[in-house]
């Protein structure tokens, strides 16, 4: 009989525990699903918020990471629009000595300037900008005119060359040919 009862208690004890091992397993299950939910959407929220923070979008005068930006920028944005096109422009000097031979480079400034097409020079000259000398200058050297500072006030209006000898190096990367016509970038 001592057997007996040994059996049965066995197998009560085994038929209370196993429902308790099924539910503390399931219960278990349930947890570690929750727990990898929370840590998956915590992770998807800080890469969220990391993406947010590094990629907004900062549309002051110091940001010119833009097109858009640097056309604003420029001095008579419209007549740079119309006329030509806005540029970022690097004052700095270079000063160079011969012995000992050695370079020395200025701090440079960036500024905001413009480049007018050589089709529109006649503007400049009707504004009594630039002298026809100064035209004819310009124009025997195939070069175009650029300027930094307001038309209204007094700009800083230089005969500048277009320098393509090194080429754009960022076009040979583009793979969308989304570029304008090479006719529009002639000045």
Same mark, same amino acid.
């Given at each position: 009989?001592?057997?007996? +009862?040994?059996?049965?208690? %066995?197998?009560?004890?085994? =038929? =209370? ?5 099924? $539910?503390?397993?399931?219960? &278990? !299950?349930?947890? +570690?699903?929750? /727990? ?21 979008? $900062?549309?002051? %005068? ?21 006329? &030509?096109? !806005? ?7 270079? /000063? ?7 370079? /020395?480079? %200025? ?40 300027? %930094? ?11 500048? =060359?277009?320098?393509?000898?090194? &080429? ?9 040919? $989304? ?9």
């Amino acid at each position: 009989m001592a057997r007996k +009862n040994r059996n049965n208690q %066995t197998r009560s004890s085994r =038929y =209370y525990d196993e429902p308790s091992s099924r $539910n503390s397993g399931f219960l &278990g !299950s349930k947890l +570690n699903s929750a /727990y990898a939910a929370i840590i998956g959407g915590v992770l998807v929220l800080g890469i969220t918020i990391g993406i947010a923070f590094s990629s907004s979008a $900062n549309f002051s %005068t110091d940001n010119v990471a833009s097109r858009v930006a640097i056309d604003r920028s420029a001095p008579n944005p419209e007549f740079c629009a119309q006329y &030509g096109a !806005s540029a970022v422009v690097t004052d700095m000097r270079v /000063y160079m000595t011969m012995n000992p031979f050695s370079v /020395y480079v %200025t701090q440079p400034s960036m500024i905001p300037g413009c480049v007018v097409r050589s089709s529109n020079w006649s503007v400049l000259e009707e504004k009594n900008l630039v002298s026809h000398e100064e035209v004819k200058d310009c124009k025997n050297r195939m070069n175009t005119f650029g300027f %930094t500072g307001s038309l209204e006030g007094s700009p800083n209006i230089n005969c500048i =060359y277009q320098n393509d000898a090194a &080429g754009n190096l960022f076009r040979q990367n583009n793979s969308n040919n $989304n570029l304008a016509p090479p006719e529009t970038e002639d000045f």
